[in-house]
């Protein structure tokens, strides 16, 4: 039987023996890889032509409101959880006032919907 | 002799190595068999024969071949690059992957890490390997790399939801957040006998969006983007990307096996080898799909997920609790 803390500890040896791994694959790479690096090899890769305007450029994120949306629902998730949980116990009630909160998210969707924000813009 | 063993399995400080080391060897066994199984079935759905040589008997050891070749390949890291992140990228998406691993229940008492909230640590660590795709696209510093890593964010927050909603539905029904027990409350066929099947689709397709397999793919669209985020990638990093996806498919399977489809019960004798063949059987579906399906457009895949999945699954949550709370048995 392990106890809550032997369970950390199992977590920590395989966090340990994971970053090993990669930390010998690696080591071996770099004994066994040849390097000769020459200007063509090291440039940014655009579809062989030579790299138009800075890398890094600007770019239109078109879906960022969905980012918003995101965090109004996950926020929902980490409430779900210990509701789930623990409701069946409470009875009747946990359950309707749960039925509340995910109808008002659900309206927040709908209103979303509607707003036009999940269309392509 | 055997109580010698047992005792000497009770010692927590032998007991634990053996476990970490299992979990690393099912990682390295586990996506290798799905790799070669996804170069067998696609080969032969279209009508090829897939690789024959490596290993003798109808190519076996090709993905061990493969490895041994990426060991060798030059690491190319581009002089535009972020260097350090571009380096730390693959091990920031791999380690995750692995880590999923020890929380999977694999038998009636192999649980190699247990915890009341295994269901809630999975999912988190599951989310972490999108960090590194998001370092792998933005510090390639490469047109391709940034708009694929930009689909893949999108791809996986839309996704993430549907996925932890149709898992909080199987943590109403059974009650707990520990694998081990979600696995033990269902009968051999698990939980798709019932409302919750519904959330066995919500939580597959889901899993193929956050896995960006096909027809899931758009983040690398090969035919638009060359390789998405992993265009600059080169040698074992890029292998090692790829050995995240064959691991996420193998991990996803397993969670999804665990939470629907009874996990390590069978119909007779319950064991590690029921797990196995659960998810080999999903590992085919995810090989399937990739191989029926065109690839959705970015908008569709979008409005997909808000506008179905979403939905959906917030009605299963209140279905499950009805039926929980009114003691309507399922």
Same mark, same amino acid.
């Given at each position: 039987m392990t106890t809550y803390f032997q369970a950390y500890g199992t977590f920590a040896a395989l966090l340990v023996l994971s970053i090993a791994f990669v930390a010998v694959a690696f080591g071996a790479n770099r004994l066994l890889r040849p390097n000769r690096p020459t200007p063509g090899k090291l440039t940014t890769y655009e579809s062989g032509m030579d790299p138009?305007? *800075? *890398?890094?450029?600007? *770019?239109?994120?078109?879906y960022y409101v969905f980012a918003f949306l995101f965090v109004i629902f996950?926020?929902?998730? /980490?409430?779900?959880?210990?509701?789930?949980?623990?409701?069946?116990?409470?009875?009747?009630a946990a359950f309707w006032e749960m039925v /509340?909160?995910?109808?008002?998210?659900?309206?927040?969707?709908?209103?979303?919907? +509607? +707003?036009? /924000?999940?269309?392509w813009a | 002799m055997i109580d010698a063993a047992r005792d000497l399995l009770d010692n927590y400080w032998v007991l634990m190595p053996v476990k970490v080391l299992a979990v690393l060897a099912i990682f390295l066994t586990f996506p290798l068999v799905v790799g070669y199984m996804e170069h067998k079935v696609m080969a032969h759905m279209q009508a090829r024969l897939g690789p024959m040589e490596a290993g003798r008997f109808h190519g076996v050891l090709q993905l061990v071949?493969?490895?041994?070749?990426? $060991?060798?390949? &030059?690491?190319i890291i581009p002089k535009a690059a972020d260097k350090w992140v571009f380096a730390l990228a693959p091990a920031v998406a791999l380690i995750p992957a692995i880590l999923v691993f020890g929380f999977i229940p694999y038998g009636p008492d192999l649980v190699p890490i247990r915890s009341d909230v295994g269901l809630f640590v999975t999912l988190a660590l599951s989310s972490v390997s999108v960090i590194g795709v998001l370092m792998a696209a933005w510090s390639s510093a490469n047109k391709y790399s940034l708009m694929g890593g930009i689909r893949a964010a999108a791809q996986l927050i839309a996704y993430e939801l549907p996925l932890v909603l149709a898992a909080a539905a199987v943590a109403m029904q059974a009650g707990s957040a520990d694998l081990a027990v979600i696995v033990? @409350?269902?009968?051999?066929?698990?939980?798709?006998v019932g409302p919750l099947v519904i959330g066995f689709f919500v939580y597959?397709? %889901?899993? #193929?969006? &956050?896995?960006? @397999?096909?027809?899931?793919?758009? =983040?690398? %669209?090969?035919? &638009?983007? $060359?390789?998405g985020h992993l265009t600059e990638y080169t040698g074992l990093r890029f292998a090692f990307f790829l050995l995240t996806e064959y691991a996420g498919i193998v991990s996803q399977s397993a969670i999804a096996a665990t939470l629907f489809l009874g996990g390590w019960k069978g119909p007779f004798l319950d064991g590690p080898w029921w797990?196995?063949?659960? $998810?080999?059987? #999903?590992?085919?579906? $995810?090989?399937?799909?990739?191989?029926?399906? =065109?690839?959705?457009?970015?908008?569709?895949?979008?409005?997909? %997920?808000? #506008?179905?999945?979403? =939905?959906?699954?917030? %009605?299963?949550?209140?279905?499950?609790?009805?039926?929980?709370?009114?003691?309507?048995?399922?």
């Open positions: 138009v305007g *800075t *890398t890094w450029s600007q *770019t239109q994120i078109r996950d926020v929902e998730s /980490v409430f779900l959880f210990p509701w789930a949980l623990v409701f069946a116990d409470i009875g009747v /509340v909160f995910i109808g008002v998210l659900a309206i927040g969707l709908l209103y979303a919907f +509607k +707003k036009g /924000v999940l269309r | 071949a493969d490895g041994i070749k990426f $060991v060798q390949k &030059e690491s033990e @409350r269902q009968g051999w066929w698990g939980y798709i597959g397709t %889901a899993a #193929l969006a &956050e896995l960006t @397999r096909p027809p899931f793919d758009m =983040p690398v %669209a090969d035919s &638009e983007l $060359v390789f797990l196995a063949a659960k $998810v080999l059987a #999903l590992s085919f579906v $995810v090989i399937w799909a990739r191989s029926t399906y =065109p690839r959705l457009r970015e908008d569709q895949l979008q409005s997909f %997920a808000w #506008l179905r999945l979403v =939905p959906v699954s917030l %009605a299963l949550l209140l279905v499950v609790g009805f039926l929980k709370v009114y003691e309507v048995g399922i």
